[in-house]
């Protein structure tokens, strides 16, 4: 994996953006690590959401609209 600084990648982005179709590529800041150029469809697939426990979702017996409306009204 390439290590470039934000400086080099300004000074040839075309040149650095084909050559993370090969190898991913790490762009730092002053020497921290800020962004990572790859390629697409390189990044692992996760879960889209969480599940969801709906036993721990607060209830109440508002209506929503009511709330927005509200919300809305004193605008």
Sequence with gaps: ????SIKQLHAETGRWVRAA???????TDHGEQ???LRP???????RKFAKRDWS??????????????????GR
Excluded at 1 to 4: A, E, G, H, L, Q
Excluded at 21 to 27: A, E, G, N, Q
Excluded at 57 to 69: K, Q
């Design 40 to 46: 697409i469809g390189a990044t692992a697939p996760g």
């Design 1 to 4: 994996m390439k290590i470039i």
């Design 21 to 27: 179709k090969k190898s991913p590529i790490i762009v």
């Design 34 to 36: 800020v962004a990572e």
């Design 56 to 73: 721990k979702m607060p209830f109440s017996t508002l209506d929503s609209t009511d709330l927005i409306s509200a919300d809305r009204n």
